[in-house]
């Protein structure tokens, strides 16, 4: 009787063996399918009557990706190769990226369509890094050329105001995501039916959204209050519809109520971020011109000479 | 040990050699020690090889030398240099002014280490130390150019040294980043240049505009 467990035994040992072994090549194999889908993304993105096979594709096998995602990044996260596959973009998804924030198509959804389970930190991090310093430079120009004429007026850097603009706009692009990723996860434990995105696909939104602002504030220096308004209107309407056209699939199965007060949330906070930043680093343009006083006063004198 | 039970070694038998271990390999480096020389000859040689290198930037060619043997004396130098030079600029009140010195140093450094880690994450060959050695020394022109500056901001302070300013800042600007694209754009993988020269790109132009907005008090 022993020796015929002890052969039972054995016999799963075996067993347990053989699935190990069988295991490397499910995993070498599932590896090999991440390495091939930029390559169909990059072709089936040069295609552009296929828009609609993309959207399909990106419904249908978006288990797959989760579970591929899942697979990808299986180093431990104290090694370096964990952060690498954070920046596994080439130049080429970068860009298409960056044009799918500025141009949104409607009814396409901008993690589905761009990011499909390859989220990178490449984009927000230097998006945001370069907005920082768009906006404390135009805010600087513009303050100048606003006060140029004036007597009184002695020239600051305004050095502090990169600060407070790098924690704001990384504050704003890093624990606005985490407060959203968390309040989705809290509803999808409640509601079954809920897509949800992973927390690097939430930043990658936010960073890349983020974009449409940058050539916002250069154009922010000309000193004329209609123009602001219009710009910062038509920046905010792109940028946010690329978020509500991302997470309204994501809560537009919850109840209605909180559906749309997450959104409209979302977009508060947007706006809030636009508005504070023109605000404050950039001087309101003045209104009274003391110049037309002057050939007035010219004139009068040049029409009593003439007298 | 079986096998040894029957080894003795008798008592009276002197144990004699050499110690040392002649030297088999003469690379280039290691063949002499280093201690026992002047400390006039350490620092020369030092100074040397520092002296190279801004040779090595002014007239940027694809040469190795730069890449292989790194140090990190040139970058301080340029670093402390620059960072005094953006002193006594307006600073009447310390939240307007111009940068202090902690905020320059922290930002050449702090900008130079994310920008060596954003190309060793995107899968970048050259080291760590090399990538901070090449982005240091590049700041070298910029440091001229703020020395320009300086002198041409003690002779007038109207539009036309403003002018002479941006003609001189901008160029430098242009030959720190082509310098530094130069040695470490060989390095990234061919389909992910432009991702690794654009925050060098930014870097630099985050000094240039520092030193462009210098005004004296």
Known sequence: LTTCLVMYFLAEFDDAANLLAANPDATTISIEEPVEIPKNQHSRLQEPGREEDDELLGTDDSDKTELLAGQKKSAPFWTFDYYQTFFDVDTYQVLDRIKGSVFPVPGKNFVRLYIRSNPDLYGPFWICATLVFTIAVSGNLSNFFIHLGKPTYHYVPEFRKVSIAATTIYAYAWLVPLALWGFLMWRNSKVMNIVSYSFLEIVCVYGYSLFIYIPTAILWIIPQKVVRWVLMVFSLCLSGSVLVMTFWPAVRDDNRRIAVATVATILLLHALLAVGCLAYFFDAPELDFPAPIIPAHNGTTVITKSH | ?217
């Not at chain 2, 190309?119 to 090449?134: D, H, M, P, R, Y």
């Not at chain 2, 300013?165 to 130069?182: D, H, K, P, Q, Y």
């Open chain 2, 1 to 217: 040990f079986p096998g040894l039970a029957d080894v003795s070694i008798p008592q009276d038998i002197p144990v004699e050699g050499e110690i040392t271990v002649p030297v088999g390999s003469h690379s280039p480096d290691e063949d002499y020690s280093t201690l026992d020389e002047p400390v006039k000859d350490t620092i020369m040689r030092d100074l040397k090889a520092v002296g190279k290198k801004f040779v090595h930037v002014m007239y940027p060619r694809k040469s190795s030398a730069l890449l292989r043997d790194w140090d990190l004396w040139g970058p301080l130098v340029l670093c402390v240099s620059l960072a005094l030079m953006l002193q006594g600029g307006s600073a009447d009140s310390k939240d307007d002014g111009g940068p202090q010195f902690a905020e320059v140093f922290v930002l050449i450094w702090f900008g130079a280490v994310v920008i060596t880690l954003n190309s060793k994450l995107l899968g970048g060959t050259i080291s760590f130390f090399q990538s901070l050695c090449v982005l240091g020394y590049c700041v070298m022109p910029l440091t001229v150019a703020m020395l320009v500056c300086r002198l041409v901001l003690l002779a007038s302070t109207g539009t036309v040294s403003f002018i002479i300013r941006l003609i001189v800042v901008g160029a430098m600007f242009g030959w720190s980043t082509l310098a530094s694209t130069a040695f470490l754009a060989d390095s990234q993988p061919p389909n992910r240049k432009a991702l690794v020269v654009y925050p060098i790109f930014l870097f630099y132009f985050v000094i240039s505009w520092m030193i462009l907005t210098f005004t004296p008090q």
